[in-house]
């Protein structure tokens, strides 16, 4: 049964070291069901070495048991032929077969119990295995849909990063339009001022026109045209 003690302490030496070095949940996962599976076969090999030592045991004492019978047989045989030495013999070996019983008898339970402990340990690791296969499989399921969800946190920083550029260049383009808005400015008021300074320069540029369309008018008068 050390068999038993000695597939805890490996498993749970096994368990201990993937834990330490745990850095991918599925290649840890993995790792544990082939040590599980191997382990599987050596109580394998254990179960089916115990349940062979029932069945010899069984087997010697089913024959210890049929001796003691026909001993039995062959001592009332010899009684009812009258030779009591011959039927004293076979009952000295049937109490001789009945003491062996007894031993055999006790071997045997031990070998069926222990058999019967076997079996058990198997049946449950077999159950555990499934289990854990089980569990693989959606311990593997959720480590995709982690991996995923990575990704698409990666792709939210990168549409984070493209929000900032698209916020930069909206910045860009309004500072750009104030820029323009204030160059047109400029450029009207630079316009106004021009044409004032035409108009007024033009009222004086006019004058000695008018002046002179004077001075013709009074000679025409002087001279009656």
Known sequence: MGVIQRFKDIMAANVNALLDKAEDPEKMIDQYCRDMQKELGNVKAETAAVMAQEARARRELDECIQEAAKMQSYAEKAVMAGNDDDARQFLMKKKSLTEKQT?????????ASNAQKM??????LVSDISQLNAKRDAIK??????????KVNQMGSSLNGANDAMSAFGRMEEKANRMLDEANAMAELNASGSDDIDDLAAKYDAAPSSQVDDDLAALKAKLGK
């Open 103 to 111: 031993s055999l008898q006790q071997a045997y339970d031990l070998a």
């Open 141 to 150: 399921a959720k480590v995709a849909v982690a991996k995923a969800q990575q």
């Open 119 to 124: 079996k058990q340990m198997h049946d449950k």
